[in-house]
T-cell receptor, first 116, second 116 residues
Framework: KAGVTQTPRYLIKTRGQQVTLSCSPI?????VSWYQQTPGQGLQFLFE???????NKGNFPGRFSGRQFSNSRSEMNVSTLELGDSALYLC???????????????FGSGTQLSVL | AQTVTQSQPEMSVQEAETVTLSCTYD???????LFWYKQPPSRQMILVIR??????QNATENRFSVNFQKAAKSFSLKISDSQLGDAAMYFC?????????????FGQGTELSVKP
């Protein structure tokens, strides 16, 4: 079974631009969640999608948005990039996003975004 | 709000020896899940071990075991017979058992090095 796939692996953008990151979950998984990882703030939850609906949202500005398609693939978008948006963005998938006791979360290898 | 604290930014262990990584958390909830994740240089987060708060018995997975002290809100990870491949960043994480889906709250991480 293929794991969680994130594309691209690396991205370089300049301030003010926008960027779209993609995440393909494990086949059959309906929940996708996104995390931002920085040396200063650590790992922070961005949002979670389940069956094309945003179910949870972290404490990030509206410049960060996401969506999920009918095949469970998810994209996150960051508009008007700032230097502080430079980070590793990780996505994780699970069958039901926690509604099944003992359910595991599987992570991708992330997209490293650099904002110049 | 829940918080997770890892007080050891770095730890070192000799190959074949045992090491314990510390984690404390704060929550007012009675039902939740605790996790230890490993992040090697490949950046992919790998689940090491999981503990359900309602289970008094400490979880074990081969060379990995936890010491879960619910009253003290402590969740340490013990790695026995350490191997070179155990070198990585280790994150302690918390997830509510209520409708929080894929939202994990992470600690700041402990970087473990293994000396041959």
């Amino acid at each position: 079974k293929a794991g969680v796939t994130q594309t691209p692996r690396y991205l370089i953008k300049t301030r003010g631009q926008q960027v779209t990151l993609s995440c393909s979950p494990i086949s059959g998984h309906r929940s996708v969640s996104w995390y931002q990882q920085t040396p200063g703030q650590g790992l922070q939850f961005l949002f979670e999608y389940f069956s094309e609906t945003q179910r949870n949202k972290g404490n990030f500005p509206g410049r960060f948005s996401g969506r999920q398609f009918s095949n469970s693939r998810s994209e996150m978008n960051v508009s008007t990039l700032e230097l502080g948006d430079s980070a590793l963005y990780l996505c994780a998938s699970s069958l039901t996003g926690g509604f099944t006791p003992g359910e595991k979360l599987f992570f991708g290898s992330g997209t490293q975004l650099s904002v110049l | 709000a829940q918080t997770v604290t890892q007080s050891q930014p770095e730890m070192s262990v000799q190959e074949a020896e045992t090491v314990t990584l510390s984690c404390t958390y704060d929550t007012s909830e009675s039902d939740y899940y605790l996790f230890w994740y490993k992040q090697p240089p490949s950046r992919q987060m790998i689940l090491v071990i999981r503990q359900e708060a309602y289970k008094q018995q400490n979880a074990t997975e081969n060379r990995f075991s936890v010491n879960f002290q619910k009253a003290a809100k402590s969740f340490s990870l013990k790695i026995s017979d350490s191997q070179l491949g155990d070198a990585a960043m280790y994150f302690c994480a918390y997830r509510s058992a209520d409708n929080q889906g894929g939202k994990l709250i992470f600690g700041q991480g402990t970087e473990l090095s293994v000396k041959p």
